[in-house]
């Protein structure tokens, strides 16, 4: 019943700046933790970022603290992830995730990719 769908992904730089969004469907978004989670060439799907129901607290993998901050409005059915400081190593397809006891939702995925 719950879609999601991400979208921001771009090329980058060393240093930019980036936020992506996650929309989602239905009228029990707030009922949802969310979390944000990335796959890169050749390597297995990572953690990224989480934040939980009510959005008032959150954490972060180590790679991603200090630099990543994830926040949600649920009002807005939105969740997003604002990315500064990016790195070659944060190029990666992010996903978005929603979850909750017996239930598990991922969106299509968004491309944040390094120019050249």
């Known amino acids: 019943q719950v879609q999601l769908v991400e979208s921001g992904g771009g090329l980058v730089q060393a240093g930019d700046s980036l936020k992506l969004s996650c929309a989602a469907s239905?009228?029990?978004?707030?009922?949802?933790?969310m979390g944000w989670f990335r796959q890169a060439p050749g390597k297995e799907r990572e953690f990224v970022c989480a934040?939980?129901?009510?959005?008032?607290?959150?954490y972060c993998s180590d790679s991603a603290k200090g630099r990543f901050t994830i926040s949600r409005d649920n009002a807005k059915n939105m969740m997003y992830l604002q990315m500064d400081s990016l790195k070659p190593e944060d190029t990666a397809v992010y996903y978005c995730?929603?979850?909750?006891?017996?239930?598990?939702?991922w969106g299509q995925g968004t491309q944040v990719t390094f120019s050249s």
């Open positions: 934040i939980i129901k009510s959005g008032s607290s959150s």
């Open positions: 995730n929603g979850y909750r006891r017996g239930e598990e939702y």
């Open positions: 239905g009228r029990t978004f707030n009922t949802y933790a």
